[in-house]
């Protein structure tokens, strides 16, 4: 083999001193020639641009592991070689030898950590095959004994390489000067030298191995008929010995096909829930779009209740069953469970806002009207009793929609309460008021001022009886028509704006099958029995109660 710069002594110790300091153990040194190509074309080599450098293979103990380098070194203006570059092997992904190169001296080195991939690398071109045979070979040993696996190589058989370095291993001759001056060549093997160049791919004792395997197949041409049986009786071995290595592992491939089939099993199941769910999904954002416009705009007119308390009914439904325990706690996270729950939570917002609005302003314009038609009260000469048969009706109508609107928020009641009990206090005071001055004008007392003095001794008891009894018939007959009314009213009050717990109102009314007109409201009976009665009491808000009746019966006192 020809004498190559790998086995320049004095390169080596050029390459030491620049690197001194790192730690880093030069196995190899041998000089090149750097040139730049170009992707995807296949021009000149660009020798122009050619520039000497010296690439140094190295290894550097760290612990009980060892890295593995490849320094690329370029001379300075005073011709000292000195660092350039530096690459780390465990990156080195493929070795390419240039196809466009006749000569098979040129290959570049592809690391996957480059930063800028879209530069070409560089090419490097050695003296001779040998040298370049010599460098790969050294790196792919040090690759396999160091890191343990081979980068790709690409346009060089390394079957090729390997019969190569067998037939050129002798032993490297190195010069070293004597004191005396005198050149003594020492015979030093790569070993010595440290370069992993003549390590093979394939151990000794395989090659034997694989030498006398061959051997048992040497056949005469004639004999191939006998040699073609041989490979088909060994097929066939080899085919039974895989079908029995099969047969003896069965249990651990049923447990494996069971395991497979469970979790495909699983998988299934959670493909049709999720199929199920985004019907769900998708059949309530229908409804949604079909409520929305109902529950977001301004129409609450009578004609419209119907259809605004189909939509209120289906708004609680679909709040609820995105509540846990309605729904699994694991899908009430998802975040196709949330859009849902806060678009529902706009529309509940926005049609409460209207609808509380919408009845107070109701329930004042229909007491004003009623306050200013004068056939609801007592007129001259004429005495009437109070009539509240068309604001009752007026009220049903309204009455399941407020329901809704406490089962939504019952925080929206608190002002419906006060706008209804103000505006019927009105009422009720004007009916009394009237009641009462007509029925004074229509009664005739004596202006005996002693009656009701007298009437503790006896004198003048004949006398004056005829207008005590009228004073008190008089009294009488406003209780009578009052009294029954406020409390009437007051039942009223409670029933109609939910004093009551729904739940048990809707309890109550599921059992009941009186088919009595009450169930507008959701109300009980109110000569219902003792354990009903205890029952509604217990679910009753006193406090909330007995604020409204002292705003509904404010005044009363004065006007009777």
Same mark, same amino acid.
């Given at each position: 083999?020809?004498?190559?710069?790998?086995?320049?002594?004095?390169?080596?110790?050029?390459?030491?001193?620049?690197?001194?300091?790192?730690?880093?153990?030069?196995?190899?040194?041998? $000089?090149?020639? =750097?040139?730049? +190509?170009?992707?995807?074309?296949?021009?000149? %080599?660009?020798?122009?641009?050619? *520039? @000497?450098? /010296?690439?140094?293979?190295?290894?550097?103990?760290?612990?009980?592991?060892?890295?593995?380098?490849?320094?690329?070194?370029?001379?300075?203006?005073?011709?000292?070689?000195?660092?350039?570059?530096?690459?780390?092997?465990?990156?080195?992904?493929?070795?390419?030898?240039?196809?466009?190169?006749?000569?098979?001296?040129?290959?570049?080195?592809?690391?996957?950590?480059?930063?800028?991939?879209?530069?070409?690398?560089?090419?490097?071109?050695?003296?001779?095959?040998?040298?370049?045979?010599?460098?790969?070979?050294?790196?792919?040993?040090?690759?396999?004994?160091?890191?343990? $696996?081979?980068? =790709?190589?690409? +346009?060089?058989?390394?079957?090729?390489?390997? %019969?190569?370095?067998?037939?050129? *291993? @002798?032993? /490297?001759?190195?010069?070293?000067?004597?004191?005396?001056?005198?050149?003594?060549?020492?015979?030093?093997?790569?070993?010595?030298?440290?370069?992993?160049?003549?390590?093979?791919?394939?151990?000794?004792?395989?090659?034997?191995?694989?030498?006398?395997?061959?051997?048992?197949?040497?056949?005469?041409?004639?004999?191939?008929?006998?040699?073609?049986?041989?490979?088909?009786?060994?097929?066939?071995?080899?085919?039974?010995?895989?079908?029995?290595?099969?047969?003896?592992?069965?249990?651990?491939?049923?447990?494996?096909?069971?395991?497979?089939?469970?979790?495909?099993?699983?998988?299934?199941?959670?493909?049709?829930?999720?199929?199920?769910?985004?019907?769900? %999904?998708?059949?309530?954002?229908?409804?949604?779009?079909?409520?929305?416009?109902?529950?977001?705009?301004?129409?609450?007119?009578?004609?419209?209740?119907?259809?605004?308390?189909?939509?209120?009914?289906?708004?609680?439904?679909?709040?609820?069953?995105?509540?846990?325990?309605?729904?699994?706690?694991?899908?009430?996270?998802?975040?196709?469970?949330?859009?849902?729950?806060?678009?529902?939570?706009?529309?509940?917002?926005?049609?409460?806002?209207?609808?509380?609005?919408?009845?107070?302003?109701?329930?004042?314009?229909?007491?004003?009207?009623?306050?200013?038609?004068?056939?609801?009260?007592?007129?001259?000469?004429?005495?009437?009793?109070?009539?509240?048969?068309?604001?009752?009706?007026?009220?049903?109508?309204?009455?399941?929609?407020?329901?809704?609107?406490?089962?939504?928020?019952?925080?929206?009641?608190?002002?419906?309460?006060?706008?209804?009990?103000?505006?019927?206090?009105?009422?009720?005071?004007?009916?009394?008021?009237?009641?009462?001055?007509?029925?004074?004008?229509?009664?005739?007392?004596?202006?005996?001022?002693?009656?009701?003095?007298?009437?503790?001794?006896?004198?003048?008891?004949?006398?004056?009886?005829?207008?005590?009894?009228?004073?008190?018939?008089?009294?009488?007959?406003?209780?009578?028509?009052?009294?029954?009314?406020?409390?009437?009213?007051?039942?009223?009050?409670?029933?109609?704006?939910?004093?009551?717990?729904?739940?048990?109102?809707?309890?109550?009314?599921?059992?009941?099958?009186?088919?009595?007109?009450?169930?507008?409201?959701?109300?009980?009976?109110?000569?219902?029995?003792?354990?009903?009665?205890?029952?509604?009491?217990?679910?009753?808000?006193?406090?909330?109660?007995?604020?409204?009746?002292?705003?509904?019966?404010?005044?009363?006192?004065?006007?009777?």
């Amino acid at each position: 083999m020809a004498k190559s710069s790998a086995d320049d002594a004095e390169l080596r110790r050029a390459c030491e001193a620049a690197i001194e300091g790192s730690k880093h153990k030069v196995s190899l040194s041998i $000089r090149t020639v =750097k040139t730049h +190509g170009t992707w995807g074309k296949s021009a000149k %080599l660009g020798r122009q641009m050619a *520039k @000497p450098r /010296v690439l140094a293979l190295c290894t550097k103990a760290k612990g009980q592991r060892t890295k593995a380098f490849l320094r690329v070194l370029k001379y300075s203006n005073g011709g000292v070689l000195e660092p350039a570059k530096l690459y780390k092997l465990k990156h080195l992904s493929k070795v390419e030898v240039a196809a466009n190169d006749p000569s098979g001296c040129t290959f570049t080195l592809g690391f996957d950590n480059l930063r800028n991939q879209t530069v070409a690398p560089p090419q490097w071109t050695m003296r001779n095959i040998d040298d370049r045979n010599r460098l790969l070979l050294c790196i792919l040993n040090i690759c396999k004994d160091v890191l343990g $696996r081979l980068p =790709k190589v690409v +346009g060089v058989d390394v079957v090729e390489m390997a %019969l190569w370095a067998k037939e050129n *291993k @002798p032993a /490297v001759s190195t010069q070293s000067n004597q004191q005396d001056g005198a050149s003594v060549e020492s015979a030093v093997t790569e070993t010595e030298l440290k370069v992993n160049v003549e390590k093979e791919l394939v151990s000794q004792a395989e090659e034997e191995d694989m030498e006398a395997l061959l051997g048992t197949y040497i056949m005469g041409v004639g004999e191939a008929e006998a040699f073609s049986e041989r490979l088909k009786r060994e097929l066939q071995a080899l085919e039974a010995a895989n079908v029995h290595a099969i047969l003896e592992s069965e249990p651990l491939i049923d447990e494996v096909l069971q395991g497979l089939e469970s979790a495909t099993n699983c998988l299934e199941d959670m493909d049709e829930w999720l199929g199920m769910f985004n019907v769900k %999904l998708r059949h309530m954002r229908e409804d949604i779009e079909s409520y929305s416009a109902c529950l977001t705009g301004d129409s609450f007119d009578e004609a419209l209740m119907m259809q605004n308390i189909e939509a209120c009914e289906w708004l609680t439904t679909a709040m609820r069953g995105l509540e846990v325990p309605n729904i699994d706690p694991m899908y009430a996270k998802m975040r196709g469970v949330k859009e849902k729950r806060g678009e529902l939570q706009i529309i509940k917002s926005t049609f409460v806002g209207k609808a509380s609005e919408y009845m107070r302003c109701y329930f004042a314009s229909f007491v004003d009207f009623m306050l200013n038609d004068k056939n609801y009260f007592s007129q001259r000469g004429q005495l009437k009793r109070p009539d509240h048969a068309d604001l009752r009706f007026k009220c049903r109508t309204y009455a399941r929609l407020l329901k809704h609107l406490k089962i939504l928020d019952k925080n929206c009641l608190g002002p419906l309460r006060k706008a209804y009990c103000a505006s019927l206090n009105l009422l009720l005071r004007k009916e009394a008021r009237e009641f009462a001055n007509e029925l004074r004008s229509c009664t005739k007392t004596s202006k005996t001022q002693t009656v009701w003095f007298e009437a503790f001794t006896g004198s003048g008891q004949n006398v004056n009886s005829a207008d005590t009894s009228t004073v008190s018939d008089a009294y009488a007959k406003i209780l009578t028509i009052f009294i029954p009314l406020l409390v009437d009213e007051s039942t009223f009050l409670a029933h109609f704006l939910c004093f009551e717990d729904p739940s048990v109102i809707d309890s109550k009314k599921a059992g009941s099958n009186n088919g009595d007109n009450d169930d507008d409201l959701g109300m009980l009976d109110i000569d219902e029995d003792d354990s009903k009665s205890s029952t509604r009491k217990n679910s009753v808000d006193f406090a909330a109660l007995n604020e409204s009746l002292q705003d509904l019966l404010d005044g009363m006192q004065v006007c009777i």
